[in-house]
Every structure is written in structure tokens, then in C-alpha cells.
């Protein structure tokens, strides 16, 4: 059974299309927002408060064809409880970080689970959005099916683009049964040793859906039949970890104790088999060691130079005074490409606009 749909959302979405119409108008800078608990991410957006929250409500979910469609402002929670009833989920295992996330704001961020290298990111579940762009004109792209797109999927282009390149109003997804069977091993490793194993068991045929290391402990989670999982025991060996599940939600939200201070915080996207990088700090790896948490006061320059060496980025996550450029930095011909990307989409740049002007 749906939960209630607002009644009014066909009012708000209207409301909402002409306050983006004034706004283009008025070259008035908009700062779009939910509940606030991705606020931490980025640059603080300039302009005035422009919330989606009461643009909720669940507008169709066919347990059987695996799909929901649901408003922006539709929090997190009820759309998990409605798959839970189901017996199915969000494989991307997206992060709340904080009471009432909603979904616009997860596929704004983009930001993916502990599962993400096995089941794949969030935008590889998004079959379509609609949307207002920066005219404040009502767009529509993709759809409730996998094949639907002829050219360019701009629906997936949405996520991760921090509600730059539009102002999103519904959300479709393909969602995933839930795993028959959950299991999570611990092993004693080195840093050397957890990074080649994640890596090796990722090229087998092993049902793994999640691979973290920290302190010295190698947490893998397999995730699928009895006899598979089973199997796969046999294989990886280590010790059952009895807390598993609250081992992972603990990581995901960052309530595990590594995020539990103010030493800035740094995502590093690497090449998973990519060796330990010298660089001070403390470490924690998750994604099968293609995500990297770093903890470290080093100066951002030797950060992402060190990173770069290694075909990676860095991300700082992070930091109670945001001294340092949060992104890295893209090449001339990716800035250039971003740019004019966003003028397409939001001509005034009126959309949660950045005066250090840095690319998403």
C-alpha cells in the first residue's frame, strides 16, 4: 500500500515553476534544499532558501516491474519502509547523513553505499526525472523502463550535479530484491594485503557486496543465496562479525568512530588496486579500496598531487573552516565543457550558485 500522496503537490509544483520564472526574471540567486543534512557538502550555495520539501509523496512503485517514482522532497525513510514491505531495496544504499534526507537531495549529491562497486552507483538506478531548469521550464527525461532513451541520458546527468543544472521535482528508480542471505567476515590484514584481496575476490565469481578495511581489520559482506554465501565462506575464511549489519549502516551514515572527529576529511577516488599512498593520516578504505577516507591536516596542494600521480581525485569532504578548494580541480577542457553545460541548462546561473566558482 502507497503512504499518503500530498494533495497538493500539483499546487507546489506550479508554485514552485514560478518562483524559479521570478527568479530567472529577477536574475535572483536560488538556494535549493530539502532538509539540510547534505549541507555539510561543498560550497555553501549563495541566494535565497528555496526548499522542495513540501514538493512529497510517492507517485507510483510496481513491486512486481521493480520500479518507484516518487517527488523530491519524498523523505528517504518512506520510500525505504515502502520497499521493506516488499522485500526489496535501494541497491546503491545511498547515505542519509542525518534525519529527514529526501530524495531529491540524495540524487542531487549523487552519493552511493557501501555497495556501490558490486551493485553499482546511483545514477545507474535513475530511469528518469523531471525537472525545472534554470528558465524555470518544466523538463522530462527518460522514463519508468530501462530502454527508453534515444541520444543522451540527461536524467542521469542530474545526479551528483548539486542542483546546478536544475531543480529536481520527481525521481524514477529501478529498485532490487533484497539478498536472501546476509553474511559479514573479519580478517586480520595489513594494508598491502586487505587492498590485493578485495581485489582478487572482486575478479571471482563470489557474491560480494561490500569490502572495507580499518585498524588492521578487512570487513567483506556477502550477500545472496544460502549455498552461495556458503561457499564464498569457505573461499574468503576469517571470522563471522555478528554486528555486520550495524557495521555497515555505522559506515555508511559516518557514525562509525574513524568520522568521529574535526581532522578534515578527504574522499579519494582511486584505482582500487591502487597501493597505500605515502601520505599522513589516518585511513579508512571502503568500495573494495577504489574510495579512500583520509583524515589528515597535509596541505591540500601535496593531497591532490599525490593523488594525481596515481590517475585519482580528491574530494575534501569535510572541514570546520573550508580553507581549502573543496573540489579538485578539473583540466581547462573539462571546466570549459562544465561551463557551458550549465549555461544550457541555467543560463543566469541563478541555481545554487557558488561565488568561488568551483566545477561539480
Known amino acids: 500500500m502507497l503512504p499518503q500522496k500530498n494533495s497538493n503537490s500539483n499546487d507546489q509544483s506550479r508554485e514552485l515553476q514560478e518562483t524559479v520564472k521570478q527568479a530567472y526574471t529577477e536574475q535572483t540567486l536560488l538556494s535549493i534544499i530539502g532538509h539540510g543534512t547534505k549541507s555539510f557538502y561543498g560550497p555553501a550555495a549563495e541566494g535565497q532558501p528555496f526548499s522542495v ?10 513491486p512486481s516491474e521493480l520500479v518507484i517514482t516518487a517527488r523530491a522532497g519524498t523523505p528517504l525513510t518512506d520510500i525505504e519502509a515502502l520497499l521493506e514491505e516488499q522485500g526489496q531495496m535501494l541497491a546503491f544504499e545511498p547515505p542519509h547523513y542525518g534525519n529527514g534526507a529526501t530524495l531529491g537531495g540524495t540524487i542531487a549529491s549523487g552519493f552511493s553505499g557501501p555497495s556501490r562497486p558490486y551493485t553499482g552507483a546511483a545514477r545507474d538506478f535513475v530511469l528518469g526525472i523531471q525537472c525545472l531548469n534554470g528558465k524555470g521550464e518544466l523538463l522530462k527525461f527518460g522514463g519508468q523502463v530501462m530502454k527508453n532513451v534515444a541520444g543522451y541520458d540527461v536524467s542521469r546527468l542530474m545526479v551528483g550535479a548539486m542542483g546546478t543544472l536544475g531543480v529536481l521535482l520527481e525521481v524514477s528508480l529501478k529498485v532490487m530484491p533484497k539478498p536472501i542471505h546476509e553474511i559479514t567476515r573479519v580478517l586480520e590484514k595489513s594494508p598491502d594485503e586487505a587492498i590485493n584481496a578485495m581485489n582478487t575476490w572482486a575478479a571471482q565469481p563470489l557474491p560480494l557486496s561490500a569490502a572495507s578495511y580499518v585498524d588492521g581489520q578487512l570487513y567483506v559482506r556477502l550477500s545472496g543465496t544460502k549455498g552461495g554465501v556458503k561457499a564464498a565462506v569457505h573461499k574468503i575464511g576469517g571470522e563471522e562479525y555478528v554486528t555486520g549489519q550495524s557495521f555497515w549502516q555505522a559506515l555508511r551514515e559516518h557514525q562509525h568512530l574513524f568520522f568521529q572527529d574535526q581532522t578534515p576529511l578527504w574522499r579519494l577516488s582511486l584505482a582500487p588496486a591502487t597501493p597505500p599512498l605515502e601520505l599522513p593520516g ?19 596542494d601535496d593531497i591532490r598531487a599525490a593523488v594525481e600521480q596515481v590517475g585519482g581525485h580528491a574530494t575534501l569532504f569535510r572541514c570546520p573552516n573550508k580553507s581549502a578548494p573543496i573540489f579538485h580541480p578539473l583540466s581547462p577542457p573539462l571546466a570549459q565543457l562544465h561551463d557551458r553545460l550549465k549555461k544550457a541548462f541555467d543560463p543566469k546561473l541563478i541555481l545554487n550558485y557558488r561565488q568561488a566558482w568551483e566545477s561539480i
Not at 520539501?53 to 510496481?62: K, L, N, T
Open 53 to 62: 520539501a513540501p514538493h512529497y509523496g510517492i507517485i507510483d512503485y510496481e
Open 282 to 300: 589516518q585511513w579508512l578504505l571502503d568500495w573494495g579500496g577504489a574510495q579512500r577516507w583520509l583524515k589528515s591536516d597535509a596541505l591540500a
